[in-house]
């Protein structure tokens, strides 16, 4: 069964926006994580996933964490963005 993994980013450049994956319950963090690096070009080693208050561990699948269809994945960056002009 595959399912729909809402992920909602937190990063400057995507700060907002919602990004639907379909992946399979047995898909480890880390694979997911990488379908992510495809679509935000954000490095693997920056991405931190959360679901609810626990940060998730690569090696875990979502069937661990029990993470369902339909269900909030945040994906925050691990480093301090600088933007490019200051906010005045």
């Known amino acids: 069964m595959n399912l ?3 992920v ?3 990063t400057r450049q995507y700060a907002g926006h919602t ?3 379909a992946v399979k319950r047995k898909c480890t963090i880390k694979q997911l994580k990488e379908k992510l690096l495809d679509i935000t070009e ?3 080693d920056t991405q931190c996933l959360i679901f609810g208050v626990q940060q998730l561990d690569d090696e875990k699948t979502l069937k661990q964490y029990f993470i369902r269809n339909g269900y909030t994945i945040y994906l925050t960056p691990t480093y301090v963005e600088v933007p490019d002009m200051p906010n005045l």
Do not use: G, R, T, W
Request: proline content about 8%; hydrophobic content about 50%; cysteine-free.
């Open 4 to 6: 729909k993994i809402i």
């Open 8 to 10: 909602y980013n937190k």
């Open 42 to 44: 954000i490095p693997l």
């Open 19 to 21: 990004i639907e994956v």
